[in-house]
Nanobody, 124 residues
Framework: QVQLVESGGGLVQAGGSLRLSCAAS????????MGWFRQAPGKEREFVAA????????YYADSVKGRFTISRDNAKNTVYLQMNSLKPEDTAVYYC?????????????????WGQGTQVTVSS
């Protein structure tokens, strides 16, 4: 089992930045590929970014590419999402997720472990 706790969400103006953190505990963290997803009201949960167990490979949704950066610190069992140039359409609950593989994917169903989510609101 992997337990995940997100933090760092909040209210920010368009063009601003936020840094989300996801602290992991439980089974070995460093061998898990990690992902960030988001869910806006009335919409399905969607992929944002993912990072391989080594941190050497990352993958982003087209909507956030060039604005968001995912990273991880395996010594701290933490994965981060740096969000810059935020837009109102980025408003959502952001979830951290882990999977039982070193490989990164963008499919919700491939991640069995989820955090409780953190709200990000971007005002125009």
């Amino acid at each position: 089992q992997v337990q995940l706790v997100e933090s760092g969400g909040g209210l920010v103006q368009a063009g601003g930045s936020l840094r989300l953190s996801c602290a992991a505990s439980g089974r070995t963290f460093s061998r898990n590929a990690m992902g960030w997803f988001r869910q806006a009201p009335g919409k399905e949960r969607e992929f944002v970014a993912a990072i391989a167990w080594s941190g050497g490979s990352t993958y982003y949704a087209d909507s956030v590419k060039g604005r968001f950066t995912i990273s991880r610190d395996n010594a701290k069992n933490t994965v981060y999402l740096q969000m810059n140039s935020l837009k109102p359409e980025d408003t959502a609950v952001y979830y951290c997720a882990a999977r039982n593989s070193i490989l990164i994917v963008s499919t919700v169903s491939q991640y069995p472990y989820w955090g409780q989510g953190t709200q990000v609101t971007v005002s125009s």
